[in-house]
């Protein structure tokens, strides 16, 4: 029986309900409170926790998103039932770490993960074409790298330990939120009162939500990352029909919720900054090339005992911190003043900076024998 | 004495592509090893595809995928 399910899950079919479904709920959970063109976004969400621990000071992205911990638990729940889950760790993991951190810088100089990207299209926003054309240049670069050899080596089966970790940090995080504690008179935790941080779907609506898109995920292995890089490297198209899924349900939901605005300007928290968007999600496309998987994919990862993937997730985490404490995260346009958003200058700096990370990573990591 | 392929431990792409340069090389059976179902599906989906006759046999953990014509 358990077989017999594994098989529908790996199948077309598998992949993209998971999609659908995903389609369908982020634009509901935007309608349930969550900022717009934002029903989910995995960078815009750990940045958010980022902000809420106090790691940075941002006073409008801060929140303990519930959704990221609906991922790591529900796909925690996924691999406990079908005997996946195993500790594994042990993968260059300190490379794993810092392509994390410039994951997270390119992608909130586009201002979103690929997930967001795909939402943001869903809901009008044609900015999304350029950080979609960059994620695709990224993951192109990475998959000429993956064919000259690129390896950040094996990993090993390791004590479970290794693989409680994520799991456990998330059953912590949820305890934050639940008890909101107040560390000190001006610390953390932080809970924006305005700006995109304070609009949230209700917390069991969200980690519900999260639970179910997280037990999918595992299963079916959705990755956008993934997506690409398998149309490039092998005219594998099983992945990418999951995304489409993904974007036509979307859209669809938000004709039907009323949810779609076309342009380019003033879209909900986003800028129309073109080379940035491009570049931003150039970087971060690379960056998930090199490691494996999209922040979505790392997550379900990290839940089903993967240290390495776990430690990808830290490093996005850390990243928003540097993102937002050193000035490098996008500003979205502002429509009262008709000023065009974008990255400053620190922000193009720490761009081409993790291009070179990535290319440096690309061109020096092989497989030893 | 079937070619041998071991994927133990590396992240996807990377069994997939080395099991693809193997078929390439056109020696049969060719016999991968792989510790997770992720993987097991990729290349069980790819091979598949490619009209190979795929055998699945998993010992503690691990899985020995035979590949042959």
Redo the contacts between chains.
């Keep these: 029986m358990s077989e017999r399910i ?1 098989r529908f899950f ?1 199948s077309r079919w598998g992949i993209l309900l998971t999609g659908a479904v995903i389609g369908i709920l982020a634009p509901l959970l935007q309608r349930a409170g969550n900022p717009a063109n934002m029903g989910i976004c995995v960078a815009c969400f750990e940045r958010d926790i980022a902000g809420a621990l106090g790691l940075h000071r941002a006073p409008l992205v801060q929140y303990i998103r519930p959704e990221i911990i609906g991922f790591v638990l529900g796909a925690t729940v996924a691999a406990l039932l ?1 005997r ?1 889950f ?1 500790a ?1 760790a ?2 260059a993991p300190i490379i794993r770490f810092l392509l994390g951190v410039f994951a997270m810088i390119g992608a909130l100089a586009f201002l979103g993960c690929p997930w967001r990207a795909l939402l943001r299209l869903a809901g009008g926003d044609l900015n999304a074409i350029l950080g979609l054309a960059g994620l695709a240049t990224g993951v192109f670069i990475g998959v000429q790298f ?2 000259s050899g690129y ?2 080596g ?4 390791t004590g479970p330990l290794v693989g409680w970790i994520m799991p456990a940090l998330m059953l912590g995080l949820l305890l934050l939120r639940l008890l909101a504690p107040k560390f000190s008179q001006e610390g953390p935790i932080f809970f924006s009162e305005k700006g995109p941080g304070s609009l949230h779907a209700p917390l069991l609506i969200s980690l519900i939500v999260g639970l179910v898109i997280g037990f999918l995920a595992q299963r079916t ?1 959705f990755c956008t990352m ?1 997506a690409i ?2 149309l490039i ?2 005219a ?1 198209t ?1 992945l990418i029909s999951g995304v489409v899924a993904l974007l036509m349900v979307a859209f669809i939901t938000n004709l039907v919720l009323g949810q779609v605005h076309f342009g380019f300007f003033g879209q909900p928290v986003s800028h129309s900054q073109h080379l940035w968007n491009f570049l931003g999600m150039a970087l971060a496309g690379l960056a998930f090339a090199l490691a ?2 999209c922040p979505g994919r790392q997550l379900f990862l990290s839940g089903e005992g993967d240290g ?1 993937a776990g430690l990808f997730v830290l490093g996005m985490i850390t990243g928003a911190a540097f993102a937002h404490n050193f000035a490098l995260a996008g500003t979205p346009d502002n429509v009262a003043d008709k000023i065009v958003g974008g990255i400053g200058p620190y922000g193009m700096g720490a761009v081409l900076l993790g291009l070179a990370f990535c290319l440096i990573v690309g061109f020096t990591m092989r ?1 030893r024998s | 004495m079937s070619k041998q392929v071991d994927a ?7 069994p ?2 080395l099991t ?1 340069q193997a078929i390439n090389e056109g020696e049969f059976p060719i016999e991968v090893l792989v ?4 993987s097991r ?1 990729n290349i069980r ?2 091979a598949e ?1 490619l009209g190979l006759k795929v055998e699945i046999v998993e010992t503690g ?1 691990e899985f020995k995928i035979t590949l042959s014509k």
Excluded: N
């Design positions: 594994t790996a079908f996946e195993r594994r042990g993968s993956l064919k390896s950040l094996r990993a090993y089966k292995r993934g890089r398998d490297l092998m594998d099983h494996g998987g390495d497989e | 133990r431990g590396l992240s996807c792409p990377q997939v592509i693809r510790d997770t179902v992720t599906e989906r790819t595809k953990g």
